[in-house]
């Protein structure tokens, strides 16, 4: 599983460099509107492939709420707080949701409760991210606000996976909330973005790497991981999204990378290290 989790890390981690490429052929939400439609449709052909049948009306209402959670509302919400406050900001605090998710399973799931070496762990992991991603706390306190509701808007959808979904066939429920999430991505777009795409083998390869690589494959992924592993021990190592972003966007795109960036890449390894270590068994 631990294998699992880092290929996930590298494939999300590497598509911040694929939309860093793809904002200059579209609006940032139209983007993310053509992205999730794809990874939608070639979801869509999983399902009628392997004849998996429609969810019941008890669990689509659980689908359609993490679709608006962690589909519409989350990437709605980045979107707006890059435009007032940096992106290493941003990334920080969408990535704090490994701290909203392991407090909520804390008190909602059992045998997911909070110890010492956890709360070390995670502390440690934030705290990495703030030296690696260059923070410079500044802004609108709105915009921040808003960052942060991404995070917990995220963990939310997470834990509704765990408590609501376990049953569910995992192609099943990521084609639907991303269908339902979707809608709300293209319905905003229409409203408030101008509609200019420029279409190009480079675009369009943009979008196909986003919506199937790292949308549906990897929230297929994501799903698979989740349903099989603590929360706090699953969500934890999605730290290392905005860190193989910064070092990504070393090497593809040539951006600066500092001293406080590489501490940064030591806390937030370290704090994955303790967060996997705290599930140890003690000797009888």
């Known amino acids: 599983m631990k294998g ?18 793809g904002n200059g052929a579209f609006e940032p939400v139209q983007f993310a509107a053509f992205r999730f439609l794809t990874g939608t449709l070639f979801l869509f052909g999983i399902l009628i492939w392997k004849r998996v049948p429609n969810p019941d009306r008890h669990t689509m209402k659980w689908i359609i709420l993490c679709g608006i959670l962690q589909t519409t509302y989350f990437n709605i919400a980045i979107q ?16 704090s949701m490994p701290l909203f998710l392991s407090i909520m399973a804390h008190f909602m799931i059992p045998g997911e409760r909070l110890n010492t070496r956890k709360t070390i762990g995670i502390a440690t992991g934030i705290m990495g ?25 995220w963990a939310l959808s997470n834990l509704i996976i765990k408590l609501k979904l376990q049953h569910c066939d995992k192609t ?8 339902f999430g979707t809608l709300g991505l293209l319905l905003y777009s229409l409203l408030f973005e101008r509609w200019e ?3 190009s083998a480079a675009s369009i390869f943009y979008i196909l790497f986003s919506g199937i690589v790292a949308s549906a494959l990897a929230f297929l992924l994501w799903t698979h991981i989740l349903t099989r592993m603590e929360a706090s021990k699953a969500s934890i190592t999605l730290l290392l999204v905005p860190i193989i972003g910064v070092v990504s966007g070393w090497i593809f795109l ?31």
């Open 4 to 21: 699992l989790s880092l290929l996930l890390c590298l494939i999300w981690g590497f598509n911040f460099v694929i939309m860093k490429w």
């Open 129 to 153: 991210l703030f030296f690696a991603m260059d923070i410079h706390l500044g802004g609108n306190l709105w915009a921040m606000l808003l960052g942060l509701s991404s995070a917990i808007a």
């Open 172 to 179: 099943q429920f990521t084609t639907w909330q991303m269908a």
């Open 197 to 199: 795409p420029h279409f």
């Open 80 to 95: 707006i707080s890059l435009n007032y406050i940096n992106a290493g900001l941003t990334s920080v605090l969408t990535y």
């Open 254 to 284: 040539h951006e600066e990378l500092k001293a406080a960036t590489l501490l940064g890449i030591f806390l937030v390894l370290a704090g994955i290290w303790i967060v996997n270590r705290s599930g140890a068994p003690k000797p009888q």
